[in-house]
């Protein structure tokens, strides 16, 4: 009787034991969670403050209704801290649907004293056979490679 009230306190000591080792692998995950969720919050903060200082800056150039020329950087206060957005005309940009055929033609032409060969330079006639690929030797199953 004595051995088997050993046993039973032995087995109990054991099963506390796994317990606790689950309980604190849960507790670590929850911790985990927790700390992953405050990060994302912390994310999603700091993009919505960027967009919501990219749009402040928008709508103050609109209303200051002098045209952009240059590169400006701005600090926009928001939710009591500064936001530096940096703002950049797109003038001198190229509209590829609406540009006639000449303009693009002369941005595609490479800088001068560049190494470069472009399939549009190649000849129609040499053109097949540069991108064809090279012909393979083929080894049936049975037999070793023909040298």
């Known amino acids: 009787m004595q051995r088997m009230r050993g046993l039973a306190l032995i087995a109990v000591l054991w099963l506390v034991a796994a317990l606790s080792i689950i309980v604190a692998g849960l507790l670590q995950s929850v911790r985990t969670e927790a700390r992953l969720g405050t990060q994302l919050q912390d994310v ?7 967009e919501a200082a990219m749009q402040l800056a928008l709508q103050s150039l609109l209303a200051a209704g002098k045209p952009l020329d240059r590169l400006a950087d701005v600090n926009m206060p928001w939710m009591d801290q500064s936001i530096a957005v940096r703002i950049m005309p797109l003038n001198g940009y190229i509209d590829l649907n609406a540009a006639p055929p000449s303009c693009l033609r002369r941005c595609s032409r490479p800088p001068p004293g560049c190494l470069w060969i472009g399939l549009m330079r190649l000849r129609r006639r040499r053109c097949a056979s540069a991108l064809s690929p090279a012909p393979m030797a083929r080894r049936p199953a049975s037999r070793p490679w023909k040298t």
């Open 44 to 50: 999603a903060l700091a993009s919505a403050s960027g």
